[in-house]
């Protein structure tokens, strides 16, 4: 059984900052690449940003230059400090990881998400 668990959300005006912060517990072998989706209401689920196991990273147009995905491999947990919110980054923030089990099972895994509102 892995288990993915986000905090971090929450309520913050435009221009300010959040860092949320996603741990993979249980019968973990390896993870390889981590990342953040969000979905506003009305739309797609679509990817914020990922890093893999060797801390190579990716970003949304949208995001580039104002968050920043990190990782502690020691802790299973990544990271996305988000800075220069904007009204649009308003979503439900999931966690996902691509998770090897100490069984050798190969998949994604996802958190149950988190709520970021950007309102003044």
């Known amino acids: 059984q892995v288990q993915l668990v986000e905090s971090g959300g929450g309520l913050v005006q435009p221009g300010g900052s959040l860092r949320l912060s996603c741990g993979a517990s249980g019968a973990i072998f390896s993870i390889n690449v981590m990342g953040w989706f969000r979905q506003a209401p009305g739309k797609e689920r679509e990817l914020v940003a990922f890093i893999n196991s060797s801390g190579g990273t990716n970003y949304a147009d949208s995001v580039k230059g104002r968050f920043t995905i990190s990782r502690d491999n020691t802790k299973n947990t990544v990271y996305l400090q988000m800075n220069s919110l904007k009204l649009e980054d308003t979503a439900v923030y999931y966690c996902?990881?691509?998770?090897?089990?100490?069984?050798?099972?190969?998949?994604?895994?996802w958190g149950e998400g988190t709520l970021v509102t950007v309102s003044s």
């Open positions: 996902n990881a691509h998770i090897v089990t100490t069984s050798r099972y190969d998949r994604d895994y």
